[in-house]
């Protein structure tokens, strides 16, 4: 499929619903029912109030000749196996950069609505200012607004969804985007030889690799504990980056049937295996289920980057782990699989149960 197509293809929009900001401002007593959810309060919360989850060092893991290369590369791999999540340091991305990106999303979220609604995403389309995974006038809704763009490869950057208020923002979000992509194909080439794959084999699915941004705007709640910033997922790309914006905790994982509300480390990614890495994995790694709490005064702010393979991949399990044992997944073409995960309401792991053999 060529880039105009992709731009027109219709991957299913979002239903348009109230916007959480706004409705949150209100500061009524009682929320609207459609955002309670009986489930955020009968989970169990893990005991573990609070929880660093693993740090992996990419000093270490680039460095070859450093001491404790080989021993960060076995910790990346088992933090994989044994968690799918974890907090990558020293990552290399410019100070800069990721407090120039956090001054502006903060400055759009600020903006009165009219302005914003600007940017509001158009029929159909995930791309611009909404909520994303609205499919029926029943379900259930989160309480949080979003703002989506496709931001990689540039020739599927669809301009007239990028904000250009603040002055500054597409400008930060391309340097942004750019050193996140970096950051992600080096992930992938240790991750590929910790499968005992070489190091491109993994990576050559990546590289021009698409790369959706997700800003998401978690306004406080009076009810914080009856409702859910973002229904309990597994990110269908292969490889997520997650920056904190501010200093508001809310993601939560869930580790052993129990959720687990993760301490960011300051300064680092929140990195998660995806649905893809663990198809082409054959399952080796696997993605987590993970979601985000509200907070009952302060608002929260994240941007999670994803990436994914390139449109003309095949996502299944990579050749190489299946010469010896059988394919765990099923293999179905990027475009296939895009059209079938964008038409889907968020809803667990159900992607990869529906790919398994
Ligand atoms: C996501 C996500 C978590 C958060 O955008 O896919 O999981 O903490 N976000 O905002
Ligand atoms: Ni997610």
């Given amino acids: 499929m060529e880039t105009q197509e992709l731009l027109s293809f219709d ?24 955002y309670v959810r009986p489930e955020a309060e009968l989970d169990p919360i893990s005991v573990l109030e609070s929880l660093e989850l693993p740090v ?9 000749r450093h001491p404790l290369h080989h021993d ?13 999540f974890f907090q990558l340091i020293n990552h290399g991305v410019p100070e800069e950069v990721i407090e120039n990106i956090k001054i502006d999303t903060e400055e759009f979220f600020n903006m009165p609505l009219e302005k914003k609604n600007d940017y509001a995403q158009k029929p159909n389309s995930l791309e611009g200012y909404g909520h994303a995974f ?19 490869p540039v020739s599927m950057r669809n301009m007239r969804s990028w904000p250009n208020q603040p002055i500054s923002f597409r400008e930060n979000l391309d340097k942004y985007s750019r050193e996140l992509q970096k950051v992600a ?11 005992g794959l070489n190091s491109e084999t993994l990576t050559s699915n990546f590289e021009d690799g698409r790369q959706g941004i997700r800003i998401n705007f978690y306004p406080p709640c009076v009810q914080a504990n009856k409702v859910m910033g973002l229904t309990p997922h597994s990110d269908a790309t292969g490889l997520t ?12 994982i869930k580790k052993n049937g129990k959720w687990i509300l993760v301490k960011p480390v300051p300064d680092a990614f929140i990195v998660n295996i995806g649905d893809v890495i663990e198809i082409m994995s054959n399952g080796e790694y696997k993605s987590v289920e993970h979601r985000a709490v ?28 299946v010469k010896k044992s059988k394919a765990n997944y099923k293999s179905i073409s990027t475009e296939d699989y895009l059209r079938f995960v964008f038409r889907k309401k968020l809803d667990g792991k159900s992607h990869v149960h529906c790919l398994k053999e």
């Fill in 11 to 34: 991957y299913g929009g979002s239903l348009p619903v109230e916007n959480v900001q706004e409705l949150a401002s209100k500061n009524q007593t009682k929320i609207p029912p459609r």
């Fill in 56 to 64: 992996i060092n990419m000093t270490k893991l680039l460095d070859d």
């Fill in 72 to 84: 960060e590369l076995a910790k990346l791999h088992l933090t994989c196996k044994d968690w799918g």
């Fill in 134 to 152: 609205v499919l029926s006038e029943e379900q259930k809704l989160d309480w949080g607004d979003m703002f989506y763009l496709q931001a990689l």
């Fill in 185 to 195: 194909l080096f992930l992938l080439k240790f991750i590929s030889r910790n499968l």
């Fill in 241 to 252: 980056l997650l920056l904190q914006v501010n200093d508001v905790q809310g993601l939560q």
């Fill in 294 to 321: 509200v907070n009952p005064e302060k608002q929260r702010l994240s941007i999670a980057a994803f990436h994914g393979t390139h449109t003309k991949g095949i996502i299944g399990p990579l050749p190489d782990l």
